[in-house]
T-cell receptor, first 115, second 114 residues
Framework: GESVGLHLPTLSVQEGDNSIINCAYS??????FIWYKQESGKGPQFIID?????DKRQGQRVTVLLNKTVKHLSLQIAATQPGDSAVYFC??????????????FGPGTRLSVLP | DSGVTQTPKHLITATGQRVTLRCSPR?????VYWYQQSLDQGLQFLIQ???????AKGNILERFSAQQFPDLHSELNLSSLELGDSALYFC?????????????FGNGTRLTVT
């Protein structure tokens, strides 16, 4: 069935280092992916998205890489800062039927930035 | 600020009761989604509306119902509440209903059932 999952439940990095958060998906028909950041007490916040016709997309300090061959995507955060500490989710549109859709979210990876 | 507004922020009620959660989508967004997030759980899709019409349904319990009104705000009704219904309930909105644009989330309603 369709599922989106994350390889690591927790990740600790030193402030200033780069962070890499991974995500595997199972639906080979998935063509759109989104990364969200959720801070304590807040709703998920959109970070960056990528469509399946791209392998890489860059934002401000973040890069998403998509490997369709192995159905894997990653979020890279450059020069990680304390404010990056949060839970990160990947998501894809799930069972899209051109009528409605339900984005499927992975379980999340908790990123902790160490001083 | 995502532009999605949810009220109330916190709700404490007893088992067997009924509550209504409210959501106002971002200006211009026609599609509204409801998600449930339990402790240590991911985001579970409940239901989607687009311009007042139900478009997709997840594992939403029969005790739960939702609607989207002509002004596009949405309400999620939870009845015969059980302890296990305690969770964060998020509303999200998007410009289109077809999964080609990102969801923008509110800050949720934290429901505690005692």
């Amino acid at each position: 069935g369709e599922s989106v999952g994350l390889h690591l439940p927790t990740l600790s990095v030193q402030e200033g280092d780069n962070s890499i958060i991974n995500c595997a998906y199972s639906n080979s028909a998935s063509d759109y992916f989104i990364w969200y950041k959720q801070e304590s007490g807040k709703g998920p916040q959109f970070i960056i998205d990528i469509r399946s016709n791209m392998d890489k997309r860059q934002g401000q300090r973040v890069t998403v890489l998509l490997n369709k061959t192995v159905k894997h995507l990653s979020l890279q955060i450059a020069a990680t800062q304390p404010g990056d500490s949060a839970v990160y989710f990947c998501a894809d549109p799930g069972s899209r039927d051109n009528y409605g859709q339900n984005f499927v979210f992975g379980p999340g990876t908790r990123l902790s930035v160490l001083p | 600020d995502s532009g999605v507004t949810q009220t109330p922020k916190h709700l404490i009620t007893a088992t067997g009761q009924r509550v209504t959660l409210r959501c106002s989508p971002r200006s211009g967004d026609l599609s509204v989604y409801w998600y449930q997030q339990s402790l240590d759980q991911g985001l579970q899709f409940l239901i989607q509306y687009y311009n007042g019409e139900e478009r997709a349904k997840g594992n939403i319990l029969e005790r739960f119902s939702a609607q989207q009104f002509p002004d596009l705000h949405s309400e999620l009704n939870l009845s015969s509440l059980e302890l296990g219904d305690s969770a964060l309930y998020f509303c999200a909105s998007s410009a289109h209903p077809d999964g080609n644009s990102p969801l923008h989330f509110g800050n949720g309603t934290r429901l505690t059932v005692t």
